[in-house]
């Protein structure tokens, strides 16, 4: 009996010197891979659906594809608790929209010049509004990319596109049948989500137009099928489509010829030009 | 025990769930109850399934699951070896069904071409000096192919070197979005059955037909002031699809900018020769004479109306009533398949006049406001869409 006693005080003695050596493994690991230093130079923030959780692999690919070579970070919101919980709770937590802010924020104040774009596809598109939103003031992304958004089509911008330096890209499609079928949508808000007609200009005014200059919706058109997008809801992340129609809007510093805003189309159905 | 085999209908196929063994063991208990209802109902039908099977093939050719008459003309085009007009075709063919897989392969087959056949345009139209078209058509390219390496470039380069020469076009963009690139016409065009005719607005038999009217976009349309006419394009489908590519955008806003004559097309029609260039000079020239003459025989008969409006009951893009002159405002009542409408003249809330069926090409007269006589003429009717487009001159 003695013995025993004392094989096993030599065992607890060697295993808490193993936990010890781990746990100065684990800060040592930290230290030097970098939860301490933001990355540098491009970095694309992207975003998954409600319980959707394979785009990403995808939209790298795409961009990728079009010669895209920055950072790309998938930022993990969901609450795994499937795609109903996703949707009416988890896209509109304000915390985890902070933890989004926070994470621009680190990015954008050490690198001040680099690209920052960020992308998210239906709920996810939800969270990066209010994560914009809560973005301190001179703190801006450059593009930001909203796939088949399942907010409101009235949803306000103008508050995110304070801290958006270029382009917001919406891209939408009448073929969307899970937004078709939406009873409310991920921002709490009722009516058509963006995903099925496009942002619109809530309240027109001086100010609202200016800054739905950089919105830009992309309408589904017949020649997408080409690239895979047949206007299903998550066919719109298919890596054909990211490298030919959504890398060359982002990767350029140039507009893209192609692209008319929101407050232009208004402005065309104002002058009874048309569309 | 096992099941005995007349309890199992022949052809039937054995389900495994639960309510099927349940049915069978009533049955060899002798409940006589068992197997009603839903069960029974169910086993008859995939006891059938050769018919059934058969009956869906037949539906399918009787209604039609493929991708339909647009998807059909793309492929006699890409025959043809009209890569552009097949990609237009499976564009429209696309539209309605976005799910096919044979549409999906067509537009990228066809992209493809249709784009480099544009970008040949474009080069021809920069060579020829002709910016705003060169300028169309690389847009038409980046259209097609968003991914392009070079259309982005031609296109800036092209707004800063010749900004004034692209004003125009640029503006009908930005209005009008991707339908404004369809003015861009290639070399020598003539259009093909397929993609469509060139028809003055004065209205004849051609002009009954169901076709697909591209006019100008209301409250900036139509009024041909002095010798400024007005040209009207009819066309065919063929042509829109790849133009429209903005959903919310119509095949309206193709026409002219602002309603009055579209120099592009008017120097299409002045200019239009037969497909192949190995024509002989005489010939083109001959064609270029009666082309231009039939432009200018067509210019002078739509000067002769003072206001062209289109009024709609379906069409949502035109309204129903509208301000026509003199303060009289003319409310559409309905349209007929024999190609006529009912109309109403109002001045002010006061209806002054109903015309009932009145055809295409007729006319009726009533006095404006001022006391002066003005006649009212049917130029179209679009009965599918209840949409009447009516010419005001005076009497």
Not at chain 1, 46 to 75: C, I, M
Not at chain 2, 333 to 361: C, M, Q
């Amino acid at each position: 009996m003695f013995e025993g006693s004392e094989h096993i005080g030599r065992a607890v003695r060697s295993l808490r010197g193993t936990v010890g050596a781990t746990i100065i493994c684990l800060i040592a690991l930290a230290a030097a891979g970098g939860c301490g230093t933001p990355p540098r130079g491009p970095v694309v923030f992207y975003l998954d659906g409600a319980g959707y959780y394979s785009s990403a692999g995808k939209v790298n690919r795409g961009l990728r594809r079009a010669g895209y070579t920055g950072h790309f970070e998938r930022f993990s919101w969901s609450a795994y608790l499937g795609p109903a919980h996703d949707h009416l709770v988890a896209a509109k937590s304000r915390y985890v929209a902070r933890r989004l802010a926070g994470k621009i924020e680190k990015v954008r104040r050490g690198d001040p010049d680099g690209q920052i774009n960020v992308m998210g596809l239906s709920a996810g598109t939800a969270v990066i509004l209010q994560a914009l939103e809560q973005l301190p003031t001179g703190i801006q992304v450059d593009n930001v990319v909203l796939f088949s958004p399942s907010v409101s089509a009235n949803h306000d911008l103008t508050k995110a596109l304070r801290h958006v330096r270029r382009t917001l890209y919406a891209t939408c499609s009448p073929n969307d049948r899970i937004l078709g079928s939406l009873i409310v949508n991920a921002d709490g808000k009722f009516g058509t989500p963006a995903g099925r007609s496009g942002f619109r200009i809530r309240r027109p005014g001086a100010e609202a137009e200016t800054a739905y200059r950089k919105v830009v919706n992309l309408h589904w058109k017949p020649g997408y099928l080409a690239y895979d997008w047949d206007g299903g809801h998550t066919a719109v992340t298919n890596s054909k489509f990211i490298a030919a129609v959504v890398a060359p809007r982002i990767l350029s510093s140039e507009p893209y010829p192609l692209d008319r805003s929101v407050s232009c189309r208004l402005a065309s159905r104002q002058t009874g030009g048309g569309s | 025990m096992s099941t005995p085999r007349h309890l199992i209908r022949r052809g039937s196929v054995r389900l495994p769930c639960l309510w099927h063994r349940r049915l069978r063991r009533r049955r060899l208990a002798g409940d006589p109850t068992a197997g009603t209802a839903v069960p029974q109902v169910a086993s008859v039908l995939l006891g059938r399934w050769r018919e059934m099977f058969a009956f869906a093939c037949v539906l399918c050719v009787i209604v039609g699951c493929g991708p339909g008459k647009a998807y059909r003309t793309g492929r006699r085009a890409e025959k043809r070896g009209a890569a552009h007009n097949a990609y237009d075709a499976y564009c429209r063919a696309g539209r309605k069904h976005p799910g096919s897989s044979a549409v999906a392969s067509g537009i990228k087959r066809s992209g493809p071409a249709a784009a480099a056949f544009w970008e040949d345009e474009a080069n021809a139209a920069t060579v020829e000096g002709r910016h705003a078209d060169a300028w169309r058509m690389w847009m038409r390219v980046l259209d097609i192919q968003p991914e392009h390496s070079i259309a982005p470039g031609a296109i800036r380069r092209i707004e800063r070197q010749y900004p004034t020469a692209i004003a125009d076009a640029r503006a009908g963009w930005l209005r009008r979005g991707a339908p404004s690139l369809a003015l861009a016409n290639p070399r020598g065009a003539k259009p093909s059955p397929d993609v469509g005719v060139i028809l003055a607005a004065r209205p004849t038999e051609s002009s009954r037909v169901d076709a697909v009217y591209w006019e100008a976009p209301l409250g900036v349309a139509a009024e041909s002031t002095g010798s400024e006419s007005e040209t009207l394009v009819v066309s065919g489908p063929e042509s829109v699809a790849a133009s429209d590519a903005d959903l919310g955008d119509s095949m309206a806003d193709v026409a002219g900018t602002d309603g009055r004559r579209v120099p592009g097309i008017t120097d299409e029609v002045t200019t239009a020769r037969p497909e192949g260039r190995s024509t002989s000079v005489d010939t083109v020239a001959a064609t270029q004479t009666e082309d231009a003459d039939r432009a200018e025989e067509g210019r002078r008969k739509v000067g002769e109306f003072l206001v062209i409006r289109t009024l709609s009951k379906r069409d949502h893009r035109y309204p129903r009533r509208a301000r026509i002159i003199d303060g009289i405002a003319a409310r559409l009542k309905d349209t007929d398949s024999d190609l006529d409408a009912d109309i109403y003249l109002y001045a002010g809330d006061r209806r002054i006049k109903k015309i009932r069926e009145l055809p295409v090409g007729q006319s009726q007269t009533f006095r404006g406001r001022s006391g002066k006589k003005y006649r009212l003429t049917i130029l179209n009717v679009h009965h599918k869409t209840r949409t009447v487009r009516i010419g005001i001159k005076p009497a």
